[in-house]
T-cell receptor, first 114, second 113 residues
Framework: QQQVKQSPQSLIVQKGGISIINCAYENTAFDYFPWYQQFPGKGPALLIA?????SEKKEGRFTISFNKSAKQFSLHIMDSQPGDSATYFCAASMRETSGSRLTFGEGTQLTVNP | NAGVMQNPRHLVRRRGQEARLRCSPMKGHSHVYWYRQLPEEGLKFMVY????????ESGMPKERFSAEFPKEGPSILRIQQVVRGDSAAYFC???????????FGQGTRLTVV
């Protein structure tokens, strides 16, 4: 029940295309859903995050769509660029009870071809 | 304001040795989280500490692993009698309060030979 399932495992997109990564969770106590970007040899960096009372959040080229009833959320990267090539992780936490302890998805390796 | 500092960045240990991983949180941050990332896998929570207290260690292996966050100095993740399966990247993250965003360090890559 603590798991977060992420798909696809890898994704190849052409420059200018839309990258879509999906995540699903079981635990309805999760109250915070961030996405992280990780480059090789680096630590994860927060990209964008959403709370379950909002269905969509957009920051620049990055959008989170959240479906509370389906317990799913997704990351959309518009106008994907080669510099976006990285591993993306979705995560979830129960901030009010467990602080910033994060349960991560398995990761998606994104490659954006020029 | 420097970010979360982890050292060493790379650590090689022989089987049976001890590994000590250090994490200096961002200034003003008193909450520290440790995660382990095995090759080609996501990050797995290990332990959550606040100054001088272990808040949640439910992700820590029962044996050989311990963590501390003293009143002064960095947080330490200690692995005794390392085995090959301990080879992984270990990340720490820090936050100023329980519900604030946590920022990650660059990680320590442990290799057990």
């Amino acid at each position: 029940q603590q798991q977060v399932k992420q798909s696809p495992q890898s994704l190849i997109v052409q420059k200018g295309g839309i990258s879509i990564i999906n995540c699903a969770y079981e635990n309805t106590a999760f109250d915070y859903f961030p996405w992280y970007q990780q480059f090789p040899g680096k630590g994860p960096a927060l990209l964008i995050a959403i709370r379950p009372d909002v269905s969509e959040k957009k920051e620049g080229r990055f959008t989170i769509s959240f479906n509370k009833s389906a317990k799913q959320f997704s990351l959309h990267i518009m106008d994907s660029q080669p510099g976006d090539s990285a591993t993306y992780f979705c995560a979830a936490s129960m901030r009010e009870t467990s602080g910033s302890r994060l349960t991560f998805g398995e990761g998606t390796q994104l490659t954006v071809n020029p | 304001n420097a970010g979360v500092m982890q050292n060493p960045r790379h650590l090689v240990r022989r089987r049976g040795q001890e590994a000590r991983l250090r994490c200096s949180p961002m200034k003003g941050h008193s909450h520290v989280y440790w995660y382990r990332q095995l090759p080609e896998e996501g990050l797995k929570f290990m332990v959550y500490l606040q100054k001088e207290n272990i808040i949640d260690e439910s992700g820590m292996p029962k044996e050989r692993f311990s963590a501390e966050f003293p009143k002064e100095g960095p947080s330490i993740l200690r692995i005794q009698q390392v085995v090959r399966g301990d080879s992984a990247a270990y990340f720490c993250a820090s936050s100023p309060t329980m519900i604030a965003e946590a920022f990650f360090g660059q990680g320590t890559r442990l290799t057990v030979v």
